[in-house]
């Protein structure tokens, strides 16, 4: 995608000034947000969306210490990212391809994404 004057600023301070991480976590998790916020708010786990199979709710939302939300699965590959990472991984499953949020195109793909 070309530059121009709406995709210049595209950057992920941009994307978090017009749509909280929770929110995010929680369109591409498909959870609902009052759930997204209660595991951080209450520190409870869930189960995962990751996996059929989790019958212990293995699965977290917490902030870290710099204020990036993360989430992790306790259980099964030991899922652990940021909701770019979140984000990458969902969108990798879907177009068939791996996504990678260190990568400046691919990053670039996933803000766009969540922007629309």
Aim: hydrophobic share 35%; net charge positive.
């Amino acid at each position: 995608m070309k530059r121009n004057p709406y995709t210049t600023n595209l950057t992920k301070d941009y994307i978090e000034s017009k749509v909280s991480q929770e929110l995010i976590v929680s369109k591409y998790l498909d959870i609902p947000i009052e759930v997204v916020q209660d595991c951080i708010k209450n520190n409870h786990l869930i189960t995962s969306v990751f996996r059929d199979d989790d019958n212990n709710k293995s699965m977290g939302i917490q902030y870290n210490a710099k204020g990036r939300l993360k989430v992790r699965d306790f259980g099964g590959f030991g899922f652990f990212e940021d909701v770019y990472g979140t984000v990458a991984y969902v969108l990798s499953l879907a177009y068939g391809r791996k996504i990678e949020p260190n990568n400046k195109q691919d990053f670039y793909f996933i803000l766009k994404h969540i922007a629309h």
